[in-house]
């Protein structure tokens, strides 16, 4: 059974006015008491204002939702004898006039010397999958086969609208807001495992990028774990939709891997029409049309089948089939995370936004719990 794990990056935000804080080492250090999270599974992030969790190596959904959902509380329950709450949104809902300092680290001060603008605005938070592989010849192939379907789980994952308190009127701007690196979005298509290094090592000569971490792929090869790393999505705001997530990509990894085997023929969209395919998944998410992996237009609902048509055989394996068709009911039901968030904007105004997309209920017992 294929291995898999998740990161997910939050959000600290002011208890009361939702402004990023600047808590995460408290917070961290209180992640020490019970629930007690294991070694390497809380991480700083670039900003003060973020944290990012790590899973374990999970072999099954079941196994991967129980650390999430234990990881989560943890972090919730730290986070509140901080005095601040973790939100679970790919951006920022609001921000002050004076940018969250940047982690203290040689590495993190690094970047932003390098581009201050970029790191005071870096306030976004993706989930990633790992997805385990047997040497980096076949992740590279893998890649080139999971590559024209990454506009689709941008749309399907989208929940960034907001942003330092305007509806932005994308459904993931943080999509946009992280392909401004040099590297970023969807990644090209390579040739082998040599090929990829050589142009990785091409990048790296040229001393732009601090180190390998800044190559902002959607996916790439890991290069601390002998995984394929999907970051393509949005953190999810409930932790059943992550891990119906994770199947999802796992499922896709799986069937990539499969069809490598087999030499079926794949989709090779040019860097022009994924980018293209990108940026209306991130504008409109399923409430608009796609770009299926042949470069046709299609409706949203249209594009998810086949994707769901592409992985079914892997799914049934793993026992995920049911669970993603639910995931899927619930995305043709209620909309992606975005339009939940638009939904509490216009019903509640902007703290029902925060309640909404924050791991932990207010201290108000008529006010609602997004977990």
Known sequence: MTTMGVE????????????PVPLAEKVRATAGLRPVPGAGEVHSELLQSQIEIATPVCRSLDELGDSLLRLRHAIGTAADRAGC???ASGTVPFAGRTPPPVTDEARYHAIHAAAPQLVDEQLINGMHVHV?????DTGVAVLNRVRPWLPVL???????????????????????VFGRWPVSGPPPVFEDARDYERRV???MDTGILRDRGQLYWQARLSERYPTLEVRALDVQLHTEDAVMFAGLVRALVDTSL???KRGVPYPVPSPEMLNTANWQAARHGLGGDLIDPLGRRRPADEVVGRL??????ALERYDGARRVASLVHRLRTDGAPADRQRRALAEGGWRAVMDLMCLTAPRHPHERNSD
């Open 8 to 19: 997910e990056e939050y959000l600290l935000l002011d208890a009361v006015s939702g402004l």
């Open 85 to 87: 709450r973790v939100a």
């Open 132 to 136: 385990g592989i047997p040497d980096r």
């Open 154 to 176: 941008v749309a399907m994952a989208a929940n960034s609208p907001m942003w330092c308190g305007h509806d932005t009127g994308f459904a993931s701007w943080r999509t946009v």
């Open 201 to 203: 090592r091409a990048v």
């Open 258 to 260: 499969f069809d490598e």
């Open 308 to 313: 769901l048509g592409h992985v079914s055989p």
